[in-house]
């Protein structure tokens, strides 16, 4: 199937633990996304890389670091986890100018 | 300023026609978009439209865009009770070599049957 996948689909951890969390997508498609849905449903862009370069970091603390080995995948490592970080991260990717294609969501939970 | 705004919560019967209103502010963007998203489920692209069109018609869905007064909506016909799930419209903006998406609060559809 093509598609957006990514692991794992829950996650529940501790404060201050580091976790990290995968994305792949085999559409071909060059620019992938990181987009954080918090408790109210308002989902908010975090990152988005283009050909493995990132090009948009929307003012996110540098606990959270993006890595993209190669254009089909973009993972997102995250340290010294708190209680705010609670929230479903989704992950995307699009073609040139056209619309994002979702993951379903990694709901984390840090207790 | 980027800011997309929706109406919280929309309750039909089913059969009954849902209109789903959103506004938005940056005048440069060249496409909108309408997605759904189920309970526990990713975000599933319905429908968009091109900045300059008026309609869009696409089966049961109508969108439609009044690019003077930046407001869109979606108007789905024979509701069901499948549709029941959250919208949210996005608007498109080019940053650099990529689009980025800025949603608005979404709207909870409540299907009666």
Redesign the interface.
């Known amino acids: 199937d093509t598609a957006v996948s990514q692991t794992p689909k829950y996650l529940v951890t501790q404060m201050g633990n580091d976790k990290s969390i995968k994305c792949e997508q085999n559409l071909g498609h060059d620019t992938m996304y990181w987009y954080k849905q918090d408790s109210k449903k308002f989902l908010k862009i975090m990152f988005s890389y283009n050909n493995k370069e990132l090009i948009i970091n929307e003012t996110v603390p540098n606990r959270f670091s993006p890595k993209s080995p190669d254009k089909a995948h973009l993972n997102l490592h995250i340290n010294s986890l708190e209680l705010g970080d609670s929230a479903v991260y989704f992950c995307a990717s699009s073609p040139p100018g056209g619309s994002l294609h979702f993951g379903n969501g990694t709901r984390l939970t840090v207790t | 300023g980027e800011d997309v705004e929706q109406s919280l919560f929309l309750s039909v019967r089913e059969g009954d026609s849902s209109v789903i209103n959103c506004t938005y502010t940056d005048s440069s963007s060249?496409?909108l978009?309408w997605?759904k998203?189920e309970p526990g489920?990713?975000?599933?692209?319905l429908t968009?439209i091109f900045s300059n069109m008026d309609m869009k018609q696409d089966q049961r869905l109508t969108v439609l865009l009044n690019k003077k007064d930046k407001h869109l909506s979606l108007r789905i016909a024979d509701t069901q009770t499948g549709d029941s799930a959250?919208y949210?419209c996005a608007e498109s903006i080019?940053?650099?070599?990529?689009?980025?998406?800025?949603?608005g609060?979404?709207t909870l559809l409540a299907v009666q049957p």
């Open positions: 060249t496409y978009y997605y998203q489920a990713g975000l599933q692209l968009y959250i949210f080019q940053s650099g070599a990529t689009n980025k998406l800025i949603f609060t979404g």
